[in-house]
């Protein structure tokens, strides 16, 4: 066990170590590069943070609401059925909610590549896209 502990209090400095060691031996700007990589975060908090907020707004209205509690409550017989624990029930119920999209990754884009793709290597017969 107390390897384990040694290992895990190791392992950020030493990650950290090896990327400036790599950016220093491929002769990079290592401090430049991370300034723009920490500007490229900043702007993802900035455009995913009102989301964020709806979404924490929107589970703790149904939290105080009770309206989760009454729908783990209808939906309890059958996680006993399938004996699913109970304490991870909520996040069963809110996972759908919390989604965007559950296919995110076909866009239009996606769908023109796999065609091509597909037309390319012969396939269309066993592979119909509508």
């Known amino acids: 066990m107390n390897f384990i502990n040694y290992i895990s209090s190791i392992s950020i400095p030493l990650v950290i170590i090896i ?3 790599y950016g220093i031996f491929e002769k990079k700007e290592v401090f430049d590069i991370f300034l723009k990589g920490s500007k490229d975060g900043i702007n993802i908090v900035l455009k995913i943070f009102p989301t964020l907020i709806g979404l924490f707004l929107a589970i703790g209205a149904l ?4 309206i989760i509690d009454f729908f783990i409550y209808i939906i309890n ?3 006993k059925l399938l ?3 109970e304490q991870i029930v909520p996040l069963i119920v809110l996972r759908p909610i919390s989604r965007k999209r559950g296919n995110c990754n076909r866009n239009r884009y996606n769908e023109k590549l796999w065609r091509r793709f597909i037309s390319r ?3 269309i017969n066993y592979y119909r896209i509508n």
Do not use: A
């Not at 939290?63 to 009770?66: D, K, L, N, P, T």
């Open 63 to 66: 939290r105080s609401s009770g």
């Open 19 to 21: 990327i400036l060691l």
């Open 121 to 123: 290597s012969n396939c």
């Open 83 to 85: 004996k699913i624990p």
């Open 77 to 79: 017989p059958f996680i």
